[in-house]
């Protein structure tokens, strides 16, 4: 059970994994008059591992062919023939598995079972790993009888193949484009932080915080062996984190069939309304009216099933753990899912979000296990975790205004300008502090003396809300700390305001902007974003805003803002269909939709923000860079500006 778990936790955390380190390529040959052999070539890079049909399941998933139409259309000679493989002990599984270096060459004979039949497709399903990392992968394939590989744009309209050929580039410099400064800036570890920082708080409710004293103690008192039971209690924390973890699996999934598909999930205005709803119900919730919970037959399940012995009995006690105390982090196991597949690390960034909270939720049980002296140093439980939960409340109250806003981005709608947003959040600022400091309370809260704590978390919260008001009066922006929160500077009720950043001159169309660059004799600044991109407006106001990049921007460039979100439609007969690297057909049918595909075709790239330098002719001035410092976008501009010169 180890090394399945262990499996599925690589599989779960490397499935954001953006190459792939093995290439196929398919042929077909005709042996004799109704014989064929079709051969899948694999092209594996160093020091990576494609597993045979034969390896043993129990470790790494082995290399599985399917044909379409098996035992209908084509009758299959036999099974797949594969060249000559490895079996070694594999580091990663800690067992001896089957697997090729480098290359592998796979050979199926099959007749077709009629003799008009014209074709031969299916799909590969592999799993491929280094010493550190495993890919999952599906491999499709479709040729005709004469070896020809058919692609799926052959059953598009010539218009939509006509439209989707205007996407593409004929750039210059594309070595560029495989620098290092191509690869994702994410800093992982910066939501890693926040979901620990969740975690911390989700221990401090009622839901978690008087389990741990109980807990710990069961470990130690139930092994009449002291070590065995730390040991227990140390592989009850690990089973935490791997479920917080675990959870995040099916976002790499979707991430893998299509890079595009979170992004577009999480700029969705229906999905933003409802995941307002959803947050103001668990802001009510946390406010005492009511107690969000799983089905109880779910927490049954599990602790009757950690009533087994051994190490299934201990990841159930976890799982029990996870179960009962929805209630109280399930809002904050929300506002981490709403936050990571927000950004631009997607799937990958959501999975060190799930990990550092799972981290800090574990934490103490493993800690006071190895130090069960301490437990008497922990505080009892009271209304103070009443008090928290209330906080938490008014802090979803203020997500919960987030996506509401991301959808009024999104839908032009113009009801939350960035006044009327702050305004609100500085009423709940107003709201949080008048609680705090006893002046009102909810439903099921006794009367408690006003004590220290509460004191100094009430004048934050007054200090908070003198900030907002504050930035809200201004007429310059002295709001950077919420930089992305509110809706852009731009995006106001002062009317004489632009609608680029800054108020810069930009264009929202390439062709557009590169005829503009044309005639100004300037480099073009592609600025790939969003309206609901919370890093593009921490770029843009900032690291833009800054006194020495402003100028660079605003004299140097023709900048090109094109929203990925954008739900606009586009004009009639503007939409069309294009085909996905992976073979797959999409539907590009608004504005932002057409943008996200003109991004992924020449720069290969699905997030934001991501900026490019380029001349109007087509040549890249230098290799595109994401979200970054005021230093490194700097140097990042004046390198491409002296290429443009020379």
């Not at 499996?7 to 954001?16: D, F, K």
């Not at 074709?119 to 599906?138: H, M, P, S, V, W």
């Not at 893998?256 to 959803?278: D, K, Q, S, Y």
């Not at 009024?408 to 609100?424: A, N, P, Q, S, T």
Request: aromatic letters at 14%; charged letters at 15%; hydrophobic letters at 45%.
């Amino acid at each position: 059970m180890k090394k399945i778990l262990a499996s599925l936790l690589l599989l779960g955390i490397s499935a954001g994994w953006s190459q792939d380190p093995v290439k196929w390529r398919h042929e077909l040959q005709q042996i004799d008059s109704t014989t064929f052999e079709i051969q899948h070539r694999a092209t594996i890079e160093k020091k990576w591992h494609l597993y045979s049909q034969f390896s043993n399941p129990e470790g790494a998933i082995p290399t599985e062919f399917i044909y379409t139409g098996a035992d209908s259309t084509l009758i299959l000679l036999e099974g797949v023939k594969e060249s000559k493989s490895i079996t070694a002990f594999d580091t990663v599984f800690e067992m001896d598995l089957t697997y090729f270096e480098t290359a592998a060459i796979f050979r199926q004979r099959f007749r077709f079972a009629d003799l008009s039949g014209d074709r031969i497709e299916g799909e590969i399903n592999y799993q491929a790993c280094d010493d550190k990392l495993c890919i999952f992968r599906t491999e499709t394939f479709q040729l005709n009888r004469s070896g020809e590989l058919l692609i799926e744009t052959k059953n598009l309209s010539e218009a939509s193949q006509a439209r989707a050929a205007q996407l593409h580039l004929n750039l210059q410099n594309k070595d560029l484009l495989t620098s290092s400064a191509l690869e994702e800036q994410n800093n992982h570890w910066r939501i890693f932080f926040l979901g620990m920082l969740g975690g911390l708080l989700a221990l401090l409710t009622p839901c978690v915080f008087p389990m741990i004293p109980l807990t710990v103690s069961f470990f130690l008192k139930q092994e009449q062996n002291p070590k065995k039971g730390t040991q227990q209690a140390l592989l009850y924390g690990f089973f935490i984190v791997l479920i917080y973890a675990l959870l995040s699996l099916p976002f790499h999934l979707l991430d893998n069939l299509n890079p595009e598909f979170l992004n577009t999930l999480a700029t969705n205005i229906t999905l933003n309304l409802i995941f307002f709803g959803v947050f103001v119900v668990f802001a009510f919730s946390f406010f005492g009216y009511f107690e969000l919970t799983l089905p109880s037959s779910w927490g049954n399940r599990t602790d009757g099933a950690s009533q087994w012995s051994g190490m299934v009995g201990v990841f159930f006690m976890a799982l029990t753990l996870a179960v009962v105390s929805f209630s109280c982090t399930g809002p904050i196991l929300g506002s981490l899912l709403a936050g990571s597949l927000s950004g631009s690390g997607g799937a990958l960034q959501l999975t060190y979000g799930m990990m550092g909270f799972g981290l800090a939720l574990a934490f103490p049980f493993a800690f006071f296990a190895l130090f069960p002296r301490w437990l008497q140093a922990l505080p009892h439980s009271g209304g103070w975790m009443t008090t928290i939960k209330v906080v938490l409340g008014f802090l979803e109250l203020a997500l919960a205004l987030k996506f509401l806003s991301n959808a009024d981005l999104i839908g032009h709608w113009g009801l939350l300008k960035r006044e009327v947003f702050i305004g609100i959040w500085a009423l709940l600022a107003l709201a949080m502090t008048l609680y705090l400091f006893g002046l009102f309370r909810f439903p099921h809260e006794s009367k408690s003396p006003l004590r220290m704590g509460r004191k100094i978390a009430g004048s934050i919260a007054l200090l908070a809300s003198f900030y907002l008001v504050f930035g809200l009066l201004s007429s310059e922006n002295h709001l950077r700390v919420l930089s992305g929160f509110p809706p852009p500077e731009f995006y106001s009720l002062r009317s004489e305001q632009s609608d680029c950043p800054l108020g810069l001159e930009c264009y929202k169309d390439f062709e557009t902007g590169r005829a503009a660059a044309l005639q100004a004799n300037k480099p073009l600044l592609l600025d790939f974003t969003g309206w609901a991109c919370v890093n593009c407006r921490k770029m843009e106001e900032n690291v833009w805003s800054d006194g020495e990049v402003f100028p660079l921007l605003n004299e140097n460039y023709i900048l090109v803002s094109l929203y990925v979100d954008d739900r606009t439609p586009l004009s009639d007969g503007a939409a069309f269909e294009m085909t996905n690297p992976n073979g797959s057909i999409r539907s590009v049918d608004t504005v932002g939709e057409k943008w996200a595909a003109f991004q992924a075709l020449n720069f290969q790239s699905a997030s934001q923000p991501f900026y490019v330098q380029m001349t109007a002719q087509g040549r890249l001035l230098n290799s595109p860079i994401q979200y970054t410092d005021v230093r490194t976008f700097k140097q990042w501009l004046q390198q491409g500006w002296i290429a443009f010169q020379k």
